[in-house]
């Protein structure tokens, strides 16, 4: 793993990310694979850094895979917290324990960034996903997650 670096995206990656989305999104139930509307998003993303951040797993400069941290105020913490969205590994590369190194990283930058709980969502059937979350420390939450999508 000594030729793997994780690094905050720049808008030069916008579109290494969005392909990446796009195995993501047609693996995840809830939602489509929409190229503009994720390059806009990760853009205004990149650009805003008070927003999130995006991290990027790259292997000999080729990006591999990308977590979003979101940031969000929370008033039962008192403090920032963080939304880890958009994890993916590309195919290729997964079973490597890359998924676990990115996941890492996204942990430990969002502590340096001040943040007291970091949250995220799975899809009930990724099992894989699940057990490494639950195994780097996450843990199910009381509360259900509910949307309204305009």
Not at 15 to 29: G, P, R
Not at 54 to 82: D, E
Not at 103 to 117: D, T, W, Y
């Amino acid at each position: 793993m000594t030729d793997i670096i994780v690094s905050q995206a720049t808008n030069k990656d916008i579109q290494s990310i969005t392909q990446l989305l796009e195995i993501l999104f047609t693996q995840e139930a809830d939602f489509e694979p929409q190229p503009e509307k994720q390059a806009q998003a990760i853009a205004d993303i990149v650009s805003h850094p008070e927003k999130g951040h995006f991290l990027l797993l790259r292997h000999q400069q080729k990006v591999i895979g990308a977590v979003s941290l979101l940031y969000i105020p929370s008033t039962a913490m008192g403090g920032q917290s963080a939304l880890l969205e958009d994890m993916i590994i590309s195919p290729d590369f997964r079973g490597k324990g890359y998924g676990r190194q990115l996941l890492n990283a996204a942990v430990e930058f969002a502590q340096q960034q001040g943040c007291l709980r970091l949250t995220l969502l799975t899809d009930k059937s990724n099992m894989i996903a699940q057990k490494m979350y639950k195994q780097l420390g996450f843990e199910y939450s009381a509360m259900l997650p509910m949307r309204l999508v305009f």
